[in-house]
T-cell receptor, first 110, second 114 residues
Framework: RKEVEQDPGPFNVPEGATVAFNCTYS??????FFWYRQDCRKEPKLLMS???SGNEDGRFTAQLNRASQYISLLIRDSKLSDSATYLC???????????FGTGTRLKVLA | SAVISQKPSRDICQRGTSLTIQCQVD?????MFWYRQQPGQSLTLIAT?????????ESGFVIDKFPISRPNLTFSTLTVSNMSPEDSSIYLC???????????FGQGTRLTVV
């Protein structure tokens, strides 16, 4: 089983839609979870950390389900500028290492 | 946060040659990592660059192919040796400042081997 798994998509959604991505991780001891955004031909940039209680940043909501070992990202009121690849990142327990999912491609259509 | 300068940003190299990529951070950092992102793929960790000792390589990556240096807490290099077209990829430097906090990335080096 892969350490971190994501649906690669693509998810094609109209502007204004709500879209959600899930990501599963294999190591129950993982402590840190993040969503990164990667635009075409650019380096990944942190979108948001994922906290146990769930957290929201504007139109973006991240949630963690430890029992089922998955994290989710919800984007409300999608904008054209949200089109990108969203990478799920999980730390390898006891290390500084970060393991990346394959990424989920989102395309927001006008 | 950390500001990372990586160079070159891109290069086209002949097969059989080697390329060294540099990563400079604007502050001392505990951990530095090197990732590879092959076309259409996600990031794969190559190795952890350890200051003052040999790098720690992930499964499938070896020192002879990807020698790494880390002479101090702000600088590291990755060399891609004896290149083949399969090495065409984006190589990314990353740093971690504290355990369980986010990682920061350089702009990446886009390598094409012909």
């Amino acid at each position: 089983r892969k350490e971190v798994e994501q649906d690669p998509g693509p998810f094609n959604v109209p502007e204004g839609a709500t879209v959600a991505f899930n990501c599963t991780y294999s190591n129950s001891a993982s402590q840190s979870f993040f969503w990164y955004r990667q635009d075409c031909r650019k380096e990944p940039k942190l979108l948001m950390s994922v906290y146990s209680s769930g957290n929201e940043d504007g139109r973006f909501t991240a949630q963690l389900n430890r029992a089922s070992q998955y994290i989710s990202l919800l984007i409300r009121d999608s904008k054209l500028s949200d089109s990108a690849t969203y990478l799920c990142v999980v730390n390898r327990p006891g290390t500084y290492k970060y393991i990346f999912g394959t990424g989920t491609r989102l395309k927001v259509l006008a | 946060s950390a500001v990372i300068s990586q160079k070159p940003s891109r290069d086209i190299c002949q097969r059989g040659t080697s390329l060294t990529i540099q990563c400079q951070v604007d502050s001392q950092v505990t951990m530095m990592f090197w990732y590879r992102q092959q076309p259409g793929q996600s990031l794969t960790l190559i190795a952890t660059a350890n200051q003052g000792s040999e790098a720690t390589y992930e499964s499938g990556f070896v020192i002879d192919k990807f020698p790494i240096s880390r002479p101090n807490l702000t600088f590291s290099t990755l060399t891609v040796s004896n290149m083949s077209p399969e090495d065409s990829s984006i190589y990314l430097c990353s740093v971690g400042t504290q355990m369980n906090t986010e990682a920061f990335f350089g702009q990446g080096t886009r390598l094409t081997v012909v």
